[in-house]
């Protein structure tokens, strides 16, 4: 039986599938993100009887960092499951969990209206978040990164990607618009109960793309483990603790950027928070480009050098950050915004899917992505609300001094994981581009 491919209709797949996973992505994503909007913005008066402002905001984003908690349970589960039954069922089930308690958000009762309850429930659908949206990102990447040739899997594993931008951009619009179109508990409520066409639609688009090829390869022959997360668990925790490691300049400045910030504002009677949101927006707009030529940048010069522009950059940009946030000037405050999305949670962001996907053997590959990356969670939840706490120990400075230290221990971890798009791959890269 010949074993040749016909080229156009393998591009033909890995276009699919890439998209296919960023459309999902971005809907997940929506989901995930406007929680964390609606913490910075509402929770803290709808669900929690706080007399001072700060200490409402500190108990909304404490709910919040309870979804960066179960992340690492709906990574363990969706990896183990994705090494087993595959990539594709794992896709379906998150999408369908996360788009279930996004919805039920939307209608839950206030505080005004159940007392203590309300909070409870809250928190218990922010749980199931968490599950959901642990258990999302594992499976999108390698089913993308997977069906790509290897020499271009930087740029259709940064495809994915694209999908949390869009859905940051998505779940801020729709708060801007909710904002615009409706009055009281509605403007929150609105966003959330939207998601269940959002749900419907990625449903549809997840069910017409094929298993990943390395996962039919591994049933073929006969190499899918048992146990896979305990597997990796026990042969390649040093290569988890990394990727943790790595992914917190990314997911730890992000949510300080977008989430603390939007807060901080507020607190600080600095400018509306609907600045906040339009550079946010901006960012996620250029993140949509950005991410593209980021991932194609790792396969011309490897993950590592792309990578490292963004944790550096990361450093030196935590304090430049906040100066250009406190003058007060809507255009200081969305350029600031931007900047630090495009310039250090984009490229580092990227590479992750292919540099982190590179590290493991297929049959171990969902677990250990998922288990590394949704590990960093355990850290990236309680940010937001440790940068309040900062900001009303010791004032802007040493939220600021957050994201460098994240810059810096992002840094020092790249230092020691091995480069995975080697000079050969390279090289290839250039040619395959000349002959098409």
Known sequence: MSTTTNPKKSKSQSVKASVASMIGSAVESYDFFIYGTASAAYFGSVFFAAQEPIFGVLASFATLAVGFFMRPLGGYLA???????????????????????????????????AGVLAPILLILLRMV??????????????MSVEHAPKARRGFFGAVPQIGIPAGLLLANGAFLLSAQLFEGDMVWRAPFLASLIMVVVGIFIRLSIKESPDFEKMKQDKTIMKQPALEVIRRDWRIILKIMGLRLAE?????ITTSFVL?????????????????TMVGSALGLVSHLIYGALSDRIGRKPVFLMGSIFTIAFGI???LLI???????????????????????????????????????RSSGISLGYNGASLVAGVLPFLAV????W?????????VVALGVISTAVAMFVKETAPVKTRELTVKEEVAV
């Open 79 to 113: 990896g183990h499951f994705g090494d087993r039954l595959g990539r594709k069922v794992v896709l379906f089930w998150s999408l369908i969990i996360m788009g279930a308690a996004t919805v039920l958000v939307g209608v839950l009762p206030t505080y005004e209206q």
């Open 129 to 142: 978040q968490g599950i959901g949206f642990g258990a999302e990102w594992g499976g999108a990447v390698l």
């Open 251 to 255: 997911t730890g400045g992000y949510y």
């Open 263 to 279: 807060s901080y504002v507020g607190l600080a009677a600095i400018t509306d928070k609907s600045n906040v949101l339009i550079g």
């Open 320 to 322: 430049p950050m906040f």
């Open 326 to 364: 406190n003058t007060g000037s809507v255009i200081m405050i969305v350029v600031a915004v931007a900047i630090s999305l495009l310039f250090s949670h984009d490229p580092i962001f990227a590479v992750e899917s292919s540099w982190f996907s590179e590290q493991f053997p297929a049959n171990m």
């Open 389 to 392: 706490a900062a900001f009303g």
């Open 394 to 402: 010791i004032s802007w400075i040493g939220p600021a001094l957050m």
